[in-house]
């Protein structure tokens, strides 16, 4: 069965920085987009970060670009997301995800196919 395995989550200072990694099962990894969203308590998930099968193209939502940084390593079958500069306003659990469509850095989350369990970020002021 296919997995998603979030880990990095944790508590930080504004203006500090975290790394998640998604570890995912090789028959996923090598041939999906991968995408990471999040849910900040009493809101719905939003669209965070995704990059294509090969890495080639990305994509982010205005409220991260120029801070997260989304890449992939096909060695380690992981993507990550380096988010740095953060801010109140990004405490939420954030979940990895796998779409098919892996040509595409799509921001929908009905266009992916699997997701993690999700892992906690909170940042203090």
């Known amino acids: 069965q296919a997995q998603l395995v979030e880990s990095g989550g944790g508590s930080v200072q504004a203006g500090g920085s975290l790394r998640l990694s998604c570890a995912a099962s090789?028959?996923?990894?090598?041939?999906?987009?991968m995408g990471w969203f999040r849910q900040a308590p009493g809101k719905e998930r939003e669209f965070v970060a995704a990059i294509n099968w090969r890495g080639g193209s990305t994509n982010y939502a205005d409220s991260v670009k120029g801070r997260f940084i989304i890449s992939r390593d096909s060695a380690k079958n992981t993507v990550y997301l380096q988010m740095n500069s953060l801010s109140p306003e990004d405490t939420a659990v954030y979940y990895c995800?796998?779409?098919?469509?892996?040509?595409?850095?799509?921001?929908?989350?009905?266009?992916?196919?699997?997701w993690g369990q999700g892992t906690q970020v909170t940042v203090s002021s």
């Open positions: 090789g028959r996923i990894f090598s041939s999906y987009t």
């Open positions: 995800a796998a779409s098919r469509l892996r040509y595409w850095v799509l921001t929908d989350e009905s266009s992916y196919d699997y």
